[in-house]
């Protein structure tokens, strides 16, 4: 059935190194976003794509990239340059019109 | 520079009352607002939205409301139920960007 992938749930690194959280979708969405959260402070736009090979930046997109080589995937890189990158990350699909966006389960990022 | 704000972080309501959420916005080229539920360690859930050429819309126990002359939008719950309780963010889509701007979120706590 369709839906929205998020993988792995829970993901711990050490400090330093890049890791790159996967997303999926087979709703046949062209939009793809990804989203942070941290406590009291909601859900803050990092990227979003709108079409493949081509994605722009959110309201915090520094210290993260991304790639869109496939409609269906939209993976998101943390690297080391991201001072603060624990946090729960979600991903999301919509069509065109950016409305009703579907999310993913999420991954909970743990930076040790 | 938070342009969309959910100014009160939490709320408590009794079984059967109902639940008036608030969310504020301040910018007029927002075209479409949304609001999701979201439970601890889950991606949000879509609840209802409403596009700016309206005022209410309605589906079964959820109404949400707006008001651009005063840039507010309100979600009502009736009646309130126990499962009710979550987080719930407002969300705003700028006119032809394809992105959503989420609030903080408010948690609601319905008691039995």
């Known amino acids: 059935d369709g839906g929205i992938t998020q993988s792995p749930k829970y993901l711990f690194r050490k400090e330093g190194q890049n890791v790159t959280l996967s997303c999926e979708q087979n709703?046949?969405?062209?939009?793809m976003y990804w989203y942070r959260q941290d406590p009291g402070q909601g859900l803050r736009l990092i990227y979003y794509?709108?079409?493949?090979?081509?994605?722009q930046k959110g309201d915090i997109a520094e210290g993260y990239s991304v790639s869109r080589e496939k409609k269906e995937s939209f993976p998101l890189t943390v690297t080391s340059a991201q001072k603060n990158p624990t946090a729960f990350y979600l991903c999301a699909s919509s069509t065109l019109t950016g409305t009703e966006a579907f999310f993913g389960q999420g991954t909970r990022l743990t930076v040790v | 520079d938070q342009q969309v704000k959910q100014n009160s972080p939490s709320l408590s309501v009794q079984e059967g009352r109902i639940s008036i959420l608030n969310c504020d916005y301040t910018?007029?080229?927002?075209?479409?607002f949304l609001w999701y539920k979201k439970y601890p360690a889950e991606g949000p859930t879509f609840l209802i939205s409403?596009?700016?050429?309206?005022d209410k819309n309605e589906d079964g126990r959820f109404t949400v409301f707006l008001n651009k002359s005063a840039k507010h939008l309100s979600l009502h719950i009736v009646p309130s139920q126990p499962g009710d309780s979550a987080v719930y963010f407002c969300a705003a889509s700028p006119r032809n960007t394809g992105k959503l701007i989420f609030g903080q979120g408010t948690t609601l706590q319905v008691k039995p």
């Open positions: 794509s709108q079409i493949v090979n081509d994605f």
């Open positions: 409403i596009s700016s050429i309206k």
């Open positions: 709703l046949n969405h062209d939009a």
């Open positions: 910018n007029s080229m927002f075209d479409y």
